[in-house]
């Protein structure tokens, strides 16, 4: 019995912002952002381009591949913390976008791991009633969180979305597990303040406004640690062999903390997909946009081995094994 994608889609900005357009932004260059992170551009979200419509065009193409119509979708999950709006949720904008009439839909916030998360939760909805077809996204447009004078992290992120449609299928196939962790311990290093949550006076001075704050070093450091933890006990959990997988998708921090995962791991590059080079870190999108391409690629064939992995502000972190 498996909770199976049936379709997969991405949507990314039309916009492409360059290292070069940086580098008229803040004191950085090409070079210096080629080589501590990978990444050559990033798409940046403009009018008309909020979450949820990144989301949507994402879902009509993950629905179109898995050639379900939108009143069969009974629950939408939204991996976000980048919403136009806090309330209502992106989900809600997304199911009012597709005319999903039959579905609820909700937000879940675990930062660059909303999505592994999302698709752990999605498939237990799907395993607890076998008639649910769910779609899960990943969307985001942190381009409009991002403090654009500071070059620890402006050059890092990038806005798009990613979905899957997800049903019950008398299979082998499907999401077979997930290990996931949080250490809120540890959510200074890595932040993003919202709207001042008490209300001390009617107008707050120093509120730090919306933006991401990281201490890069610390989080590259942990970053690495825990995929690898969390990677390891899966496999063990799952009695499973690495040189079984057939194919990884990690989270796209990073080019260097990815090769450092993976040669602690010793996989293969070949049996990696990265796309970090294109569109940067994009959160809670990176791996159903990576997903996609990989699909529509031809990089998974039926039966397939995939692990994926993620790590992101909380700390959140963790790995999922499915067979394709
Ligand atoms: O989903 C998880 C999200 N977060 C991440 O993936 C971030 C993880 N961290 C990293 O990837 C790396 O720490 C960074 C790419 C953010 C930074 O690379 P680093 O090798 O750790 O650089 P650093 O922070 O140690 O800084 C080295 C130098 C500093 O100058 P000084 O103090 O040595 O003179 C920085 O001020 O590089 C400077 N620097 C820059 N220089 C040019 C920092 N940002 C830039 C920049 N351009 N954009």
Same mark, same amino acid.
């Given at each position: ?10 949507? $990314?900005? /039309? %916009? ?17 952002? @080629? ?16 979450? +949820? %419509? ?42 009012? /976008? ?14 660059? !791991? ?25 969307? /985001?447009?942190?381009?409009? @969180? ?9 050059? $890092?992120?990038?806005?798009? #979305?990613?979905?899957?449609? *997800?049903? +019950? ?16 311990? $540890? ?6 303040? #919202?709207? =001042?949550?008490?209300? =001390? ?25 825990? *995929? /690898?933890? #969390?990677?390891?006990? $899966? ?20 080019? %260097? ?21 294109? +569109? ?7 791996? =159903? ?9 031809? @990089? ?9 992995? !993620? ?11 499915? %067979?394709?």
């Amino acid at each position: 019995m498996g909770a199976v994608i049936l379709g997969t889609g991405s949507c $990314l900005p /039309e %916009r492409i912002l360059s290292n070069h357009d940086l580098e008229k932004l803040v004191d950085t260059s090409d070079e210096w952002i @080629r080589s501590r992170t990978g990444i050559s551009e990033r798409r940046i979200s403009g009018e008309g381009e909020e979450a +949820y %419509r990144l989301a949507t065009t994402a879902a009509r193409n993950a629905m179109e591949m898995a050639g379900v119509e939108p009143s069969e979708i009974d629950l939408i999950i939204v991996a976000t913390m980048s919403s136009h709006m806090t309330m209502p949720s992106c989900a809600c904008f997304v199911q009012n /976008e597709l005319g999903a009439d039959n579905a609820f839909a909700y937000d879940l916030n675990a930062a660059c !791991s909303g999505f592994l998360y999302s698709l752990d939760t999605a498939s237990k909805h799907v395993l607890c009633d076998q008639e649910k077809t769910v779609l899960v996204i990943g969307a /985001e447009t942190l381009s409009s @969180r991002i403090n654009w004078k500071d070059r620890n992290t402006c050059i $890092l992120f990038g806005d798009g #979305a990613g979905a899957v449609v *997800m049903r +019950y299928a008398d299979t082998i196939r499907g999401v077979l597990a997930s290990q996931l962790f949080s250490d809120g311990a $540890l959510w200074k290093l890595l932040h993003m303040h #919202a709207a =001042p949550s008490c209300n =001390p006076a009617i107008d707050p001075p120093g509120n730090p406004g919306s933006h991401i704050l990281m201490e890069g070093r610390d989080v590259f450091k942990y970053a690495v640690k825990a *995929m /690898e933890s #969390a990677v390891l006990q $899966l496999l063990e959990k799952e009695n499973i062999n690495l040189d079984d997988i057939d194919l990884v998708i990690p989270h796209q921090a990073n080019i %260097r903390i990815l090769n450092k995962l993976l040669s602690r791991l010793g996989v293969k590059q070949e049996k990696v997909f990265i796309n970090v080079q294109k +569109y940067g870190n994009t959160s809670a999108a990176s791996i =159903p946009i990576a997903l996609d391409e990989a699909n529509r690629e031809g @990089r998974l064939g039926e039966g397939d081995l995939l692990l994926i992995c !993620s790590f992101g502000g909380g700390f959140t972190w963790g790995a999922g094994l499915l %067979r394709w």
